[in-house]
C-alpha cells in the first residue's frame, strides 16, 4: 500500500466551480493527501478554503510563489486551479522547481503557450497532466476497448455533444448571471473552445487513437454575453476516412451538461450519455439493440475492481469518474505509468485543433491540420 501523495493547490478556493471536485477527487481513493494551498486571491476566502479543508495556519500561502519556495521539497505534486489564462506562469515556476504538474484543463489559452510549456517539460524531464476527467467513466473506458478490438468493425463517423446552457438561463427576473471576467472575453481561440472543446476533441482522441486531417467550423453568438463565441459547430475528417461532428457551447437551453457521443462503425454502433453514465447502447448489423452496464459479463474494463467501489445498481457519477483519473495520475507520478493520463502533447494537439478550428470559422472554409 503506497502513502498518500503530497498535494499542493494554487487555484481551487471553496468559492470556485472546481476546487471542492478536485479537492475530493483526488483523496478518494486515498492517492493523495492536501497538504498546502494557495487557494484565492481573496485572503478572507482563501484562509477559509483551507481552514475547511483541514490545513493548519502554517500550510496556507498568500502567495503562490512563497508556497513553491517553501514547499517544494515536501510536495509530490502541485494541482493549478486557476483561470486558463493564467497558467503559463505557474506551470512553468513550478516546473523548475521540479515538482509534477496538474493542471486543469485547457492547459494554456494558445497554442504557442502549449509547445513553449512541452519545451521545458522536455527539457526538465518533468511531469505535467492535463485534467481529461471525463476519460475516466469506466463505460467510456469500456467503449475505447471495444472499439479498439474492434467490436463496432471500422469506425466510420462519431458524433460528439457537448451543449449547456450557463450562458442563457435566466434569473427568476430575467436576467441572466454574468461569467467570470476571463471568460467574457475570447482570445484566439474562444474561451467556449478552452472550456469545452478541449474536452469533446480529447475524448474522440482516446477512444478511436485517430487524429483529425482537417477541420470546417461555424461559431454562434446566441446568448446574452455580447462579443463572445458560446456555440461551436464543426465538422472533421480524421486519418482512415472517419468523420467526426462536433457541437458544443453554452446557449442551449435545458442542458446542464449534455456531453452525448455516439459511434457508427461498420460492424454496429455505440451511444453513452454522461446523465446516464453507468450505460452503453450498442446496436449490430442484424438490428439488435441492448443496453449493458458496468457489470456486463463480456465486459473487460469497466467490470474491473477499481471501477465498482459499490455494487451494481447505485450509480457512479461524475466525481467517482474524476477520481478515476486522479488514480491515473499517481500512477503516473509513482512509475510512470500513461496509459489513462494525458499531458502536453494531447493538449497541444487539442490546442492545435481549436486555433484551426477558429481560422476555419474566421475564412469560411476547411482548413487543414498538418502533422
Known sequence: MHRPLSL????????????????????????????????????????????????????????????????HDRLDAIAILTPTPTHREIILACLEYGLPVISEKAMVATVNDAKDIAQHVNNLNG??????????????????????????????????????????????????????????????????????????HQLVEFLTNKHAEDVYAINSTFAQIPDVVDTVNLVSRYNDDMVCNYWFGKAALGYRNGLRIRVYGSLGSAEWLQMEP??????????????????????????????????????????????????????????????FSFGCDTAVRGLEFLEKAQ?????????????
Request: aromatic residues 8%; proline residues 3%; glycine residues 10%.
Open 127 to 200: 511531469q505535467l497532466y492535463v485534467t481529461f476527467n471525463y476519460t475516466g467513466y469506466p463505460m467510456i473506458r469500456e467503449l475505447r476497448q471495444r472499439l479498439l478490438t474492434g467490436d463496432l468493425g471500422q469506425i466510420q463517423h462519431i458524433m460528439v455533444e457537448m451543449p449547456q446552457e450557463g450562458f442563457i438561463r435566466s434569473r427568476d427576473d430575467g436576467s441572466v448571471p454574468q461569467p467570470q471576467e476571463w471568460r467574457r472575453t475570447d482570445g484566439v481561440i474562444p474561451t467556449v473552445s478552452l472550456d469545452l472543446g478541449v474536452h469533446v
Open 359 to 371: 481560422q476555419s470559422a474566421l475564412a469560411s472554409t476547411k482548413v487543414v491540420i498538418s502533422r
Open 278 to 339: 453507468e450505460y452503453l447502447r450498442l446496436a449490430d448489423v442484424y438490428g439488435n439493440v441492448r443496453l449493458i452496464d458496468r457489470t456486463a459479463g463480456d465486459n473487460t474494463v469497466a467490470n474491473q475492481p477499481r471501477y465498482c467501489r459499490f455494487k451494481a445498481g447505485h450509480p457512479a457519477g461524475f466525481i467517482e469518474a474524476f477520481a478515476n483519473y486522479y488514480t491515473d495520475i499517481a500512477a503516473g507520478i509513482r512509475d510512470g505509468s500513461t496509459e
Open 8 to 71: 499542493g493547490f494554487i487555484g481551487g478556493g471553496i468559492n470556485s466551480a472546481i476546487g471542492l471536485t478536485h479537492k475530493i477527487a483526488s483523496q478518494m481513493d486515498g492517492h493523495f493527501q492536501l497538504t498546502a494551498g494557495c487557494f484565492s486571491r481573496n485572503q478572507s476566502i482563501n484562509r477559509e478554503t483551507g481552514l475547511a479543508w483541514g490545513l493548519d495556519e502554517t500550510s496556507i500561502y498568500q502567495d503562490a510563489l512563497t508556497l513553491l519556495d517553501e514547499q
